[in-house]
């Protein structure tokens, strides 16, 4: 089945400890993309991917970092986390970086910084 | 991107067909139509998406105005299953990038 599968699902962890949220998805997407969403501010973006080794920043994305080794692969590191990076994370894929090319979504990481 | 315009909320009756509208006055020759939903704060689902001509998929269609104004997208026979918010945007064509922003959406409720 055609998915991006997003690891973990839901995250309690404290200030300072770094963590990775992992993404991949298995359609041979060239784009990826990372996303935030927050109640009252909709949906914004962190990093993106055009390909492998390409990355380049959303508009949100002080405290984060991202690498793209492989092309089903896209994770998201949060080398300090602090509480203000509380918040719903989502990872999109999709065939090309065109805006005729819809993306799809992972089911979504939960995390919680206290 | 161009804005969208979407009612806050509408209401269904199960089996019969939703239509959600979209505004999208200042919208660009080049700029597409997607529609989205989100279910209880699951991953945003791709619906449709379409330029100039309607579209229709095993999910939904998608009307397009002439002037590409506006959009309605249709749900032809709605289940409680469909009960999400529908976001309605448009995309800019080219770019190096293009990102999804999502307004506040349309929260359809479908109705037993």
């Known amino acids: 089945e055609a998915q991006v599968t997003q690891n973990p699902r839901y995250l309690i962890t404290v200030t300072g400890k770094k963590l990775t949220v992992t993404c991949s998805q298995n359609?041979?997407?060239?784009?990826m993309s990372w996303y935030r969403q927050d109640p009252g501010l909709g949906l914004r973006q962190i990093y993106y991917?055009?390909?492998?080794?390409?990355?380049d920043k959303g508009d949100v994305p002080e405290g984060y970092k991202v690498s793209r080794k492989e092309k089903r692969n896209f994770p998201l590191i949060l080398e300090s986390p602090s509480p203000n990076q509380t918040s719903l994370y989502f990872c999109?894929?999709?065939?090309?970086?065109?805006?005729?090319?819809?993306?799809?979504f992972g089911d979504g990481t939960r995390l919680s910084i206290l | 991107d161009a804005k969208t315009t979407q009612p806050p909320s509408m209401d269904c009756a199960e089996g019969r067909a939703a239509n959600l509208p979209c505004n999208h006055s200042?919208?660009?020759?080049?700029?597409?139509v997607y529609w989205y939903r989100q279910i209880h704060s699951q991953g945003p689902q791709y619906i449709i998406h379409?330029?100039?001509n309607n579209e229709t998929n095993e999910m939904a269609s998608l009307i397009i105005t002439e002037d590409r104004k506006s959009s309605t997208l249709i749900l032809p026979h709605a289940t409680l299953r469909d009960t999400a918010v529908y976001y309605c945007?448009?995309?800019?064509?080219?770019?190096?990038?293009?990102?999804?922003?999502f307004g506040k959406g349309t929260l359809l409720t479908v109705n037993p």
């Open positions: 999109a894929s999709s065939f090309k970086h065109l805006s005729n090319q819809p993306q799809h």
């Open positions: 359609m041979n997407h060239e784009y």
């Open positions: 991917s055009m390909n492998v080794e390409v990355t």
């Open positions: 200042t919208i660009s020759g080049n700029e597409y």
């Open positions: 379409g330029l100039k």
């Open positions: 945007i448009v995309i800019t064509s080219g770019g190096s990038n293009y990102k999804l922003t």
